[in-house]
C-alpha cells in the first residue's frame, strides 16, 4: 500500500526532470535534509537518555588533532567519488566544476538514506547530472560505471591483499575457498551458457522481449532487445516505477 505513493511520487519527479521542473526535486531534498537532521537530534538525545554517561567521559581522553583527523578522514568518501565522477564527466566532453560535482555527490548520498534500499539515490545524481547538461543515456552510464568500478576493485583487491597478509589460515577464508571451490562448476556452466547464447545472438548477450500496447491501433508489439544494445543506443526501461504495461517509458538518445 505504500509504494503505490512513492511510485507516483518518483513518476511525476521524473518527468518534471524531463520537462526541465527542478522545483519539486529541490523542495524534496529540502524536506529530506530537514527529516534527516530532525532524526539525527533525536536520535542523539535518545542516546543520551539511555546510555552510560560515564562512556561520553572518554572522549575527553583523546587528543584534539587525532579527532579533527579522524573528521577530516570522514569526508575522503565524498571527495573520491567527486573525483571519479570528475574524471568520468570530462572524458565525457562535460566541463562541470569540482563543487558541483560534490553537491552532486552529496545529494545521492541524501537520496540513499531518504528513498528504500531497493532504490537507492541513483535517481537523484541521475537527475541532478542531467540538469548539468548529460543525456539521459550518459548520466545513466556514469551509474553503470561506477558499480562496474567498485566491483573490479574488490576483485583485484581482495585477493592482493589476501597474498599479501598471508592469511591463507584464517577459518573466513578456509570457508571462501571452500564455496569457490563447491560452485566453480556452475560458474563454468553459466559461462559457457553465455558464450552459446552470444553465438546464437551473433555476438549480443541477454536478449529479452518487451511487449507493449500501442493505443492508438490496440496492437501489441513486441520488440526485442539485448542487454549489449541498452548500453549502445542507450535504453533505460523505468520498469520498476510504471508497472502497467501501457505505460512502460523509453527513453533513446
Not at 591483499?161 to 598471508?166: F, I, P, T
Request: charged residues 15%; proline residues 3%; aromatic residues 8%.
Amino acid at each position: 500500500m505504500l509504494l503505490s505513493p512513492m511510485k507516483k511520487i518518483l513518476n511525476t519527479t521524473i518527468e518534471n526532470i524531463k520537462n526541465g521542473n527542478y522545483s519539486n526535486v529541490k523542495k524534496t531534498l529540502y524536506i529530506g535534509l530537514v527529516i534527516i537532521v530532525t532524526g539525527l537530534i533525536g536520535n542523539i538525545i535518545l542516546s543520551l537518555l539511555t546510555t552510560d554517561r560515564s562512556i561520553f567521559e572518554t572522549p575527553h581522553h583523546f587528543k584534539s588533532a587525532y579527532l579533527f583527523i579522524a573528521a577530516c578522514l570522514a569526508l575522503v568518501p565524498w571527495i573520491t567519488n567527486t573525483l571519479r565522477v570528475l574524471i568520468w564527466t570530462r572524458f565525457l566532453g562535460y566541463r562541470i566544476s569540482f563543487a558541483h560535482l560534490l553537491r552532486i555527490t552529496i545529494g545521492t548520498e541524501l537520496g540513499s538514506a531518504l528513498s528504500p534500499t531497493a532504490i537507492g539515490g541513483g535517481y537523484v545524481k541521475a537527475g541532478m547530472l542531467m540538469h548539468k547538461g548529460l543525456t539521459v543515456g550518459k548520466a545513466t552510464s556514469l551509474l553503470t560505471l561506477g558499480s562496474m568500478e567498485n566491483g573490479l576493485f574488490f576483485l583485484l583487491a581482495l585477493p592482493t591483499a589476501v597474498y599479501l597478509a598471508q592469511c591463507w589460515d584464517l577459518p573466513m577464508i578456509q570457508q571462501i575457498m571452500e564455496r569457490f571451490q563447491q560452485n566453480m562448476l556452475t560458474a563454468l556452466l553459466i559461462v559457457l551458457a553465455i558464450l552459446i547464447q552470444r553465438e546464437k545472438t551473433d555476438g549480443r548477450c541477454g536478449l529479452f522481449t518487451l511487449t507493449t500496447q500501442d493505443r492508438t491501433t490496440g496492437y501489441e508489439i513486441n520488440d526485442r532487445y539485448s542487454i549489449l544494445d541498452v548500453y549502445q543506443q542507450p535504453i533505460i526501461l523505468h520498469i520498476s516505477l510504471c508497472p502497467q504495461l501501457d505505460q512502460l517509458q523509453i527513453f533513446k538518445e
